[in-house]
């Protein structure tokens, strides 16, 4: 459901080609995922803290991976979780698959529109119930947060809580996220972290010390699962230290 005083139109204009895309395949990729996910076994583990944050009508800020936004986006459908895509053709895709699952999208993306998206993020915090921000969007590198999540918190006193997908034998695009698909038929485990105080404030130093920590949180959740399933698509856990590289 879309709120007053917050952004959710790109500036850009389409081409032909691009305008009748945008109305046929929003349809079509929500109505495969609605179809998948209906034969799914989904085990759903620690979900108290986000359905009691939900409850007490505060805001929480979901942290997920690129990877995880379709999964996630039918497993909060009907929440009116909100999110952020870029102004681009490909946001613009994305903005208008989400409706599907009772959510919207604000826009404006880290790369582009970055300071208008971080604004209307933070006023969305007084508005919405929950905001789900892919921290190594919108083009990775993968499994490595950005400061964005951790900076709303700190502006805004908002906690945060990590939400990871373990997929057993997915497909997996070929694509920077390795973006996870689930096969019809298959079993998923979703498992939220425990709520995470936000940062004492937005500077620097605090900033950063949160954003390592929400990425570690959620990297060793997804190490956990994955190596519960098995999954192929995972990372190479055997040589991770619990801090990730930055790009």
Same mark, same amino acid.
């Given at each position: 459901?879309?709120?007053?005083?917050?952004?959710?139109?790109?500036?850009?204009? +389409?081409?032909? &080609?691009?305008?009748?895309?945008?109305?046929?395949?929003?349809?079509?990729?929500?109505?495969?995922?609605?179809?998948?996910?209906? $034969?799914?076994?989904?085990?759903?583990?620690?979900?108290?803290?986000?359905?009691?944050?939900?409850?007490?009508?505060?805001? #929480? !800020?979901?942290?997920?991976?690129?990877?995880?936004?379709?999964?996630?986006?039918?497993?909060?459908?009907?929440?009116?979780?909100?999110? $952020?895509?870029? +102004?681009?053709?490909?946001?613009?895709? &994305?903005?208008?698959?989400?409706?599907?699952?009772?959510?919207?999208?604000?826009?404006?993306?880290?790369?582009?529109?970055?300071?208008?998206? !971080?604004?209307?993020?933070?006023?969305?915090?007084?508005? #919405?119930?929950?905001?789900?921000?892919?921290?190594?969007?919108?083009?990775?590198?993968?499994? #490595? &947060?950005?400061?964005?999540?951790?900076?709303?918190?700190?502006?805004?006193?908002?906690?945060?809580?990590?939400?990871?997908?373990? +997929?057993?034998?997915?497909?997996?695009?070929?694509? /920077?996220?390795?973006?996870?698909?689930?096969?019809? +038929?298959?079993?998923?485990?979703?498992?939220?972290?425990?709520?995470?105080?936000?940062?004492?404030?937005?500077?620097?130093?605090?900033?950063?010390?949160?954003?390592?920590?929400?990425?570690?949180?959620?990297?060793?959740?997804?190490?956990?699962?994955?190596?519960?399933?098995?999954?192929?698509?995972?990372?190479? /856990?055997?040589?991770?230290?619990?801090?990730?590289?930055?790009?």
């Amino acid at each position: 459901m879309k709120l007053d005083g917050l952004c959710y139109t790109s500036p850009h204009t +389409f081409t032909m &080609a691009q305008r009748i895309q945008l109305q046929l395949v929003p349809p079509l990729i929500s109505g495969a995922l609605y179809g998948i996910s209906a $034969t799914l076994k989904m085990e759903r583990r620690n979900d108290a803290g986000y359905e009691q944050s939900m409850a007490d009508g505060k805001c #929480v !800020l979901m942290a997920l991976w690129h990877e995880s936004i379709g999964m996630a986006a039918y497993h909060t459908r009907g929440r009116n979780v909100h999110t $952020t895509t870029s +102004f681009s053709y490909d946001g613009e895709l &994305a903005a208008r698959i989400i409706p599907y699952f009772g959510s919207e999208a604000i826009r404006g993306s880290s790369s582009r529109g970055g300071k208008g998206a !971080l604004e209307e993020l933070v006023k969305a915090t007084q508005k #919405v119930p929950c905001i789900g921000i892919t921290m190594d969007g919108p083009r990775g590198p993968r499994r #490595v &947060a950005k400061a964005g999540l951790a900076i709303i918190a700190g502006r805004t006193q908002t906690p945060i809580i990590p939400l990871a997908y373990g +997929f057993r034998n997915p497909y997996r695009m070929r694509s /920077w996220d390795k973006f996870a698909v689930a096969k019809p +038929f298959s079993s998923v485990i979703s498992q939220f972290g425990d709520v995470i105080p936000p940062p004492v404030d937005d500077s620097p130093e605090a900033v950063e010390a949160k954003r390592l920590e929400v990425q570690d949180t959620l990297n060793d959740l997804h190490k956990a699962l994955e190596r519960e399933v098995d999954d192929a698509g995972c990372m190479d /856990w055997d040589t991770y230290t619990g801090t990730l590289p930055e790009a």
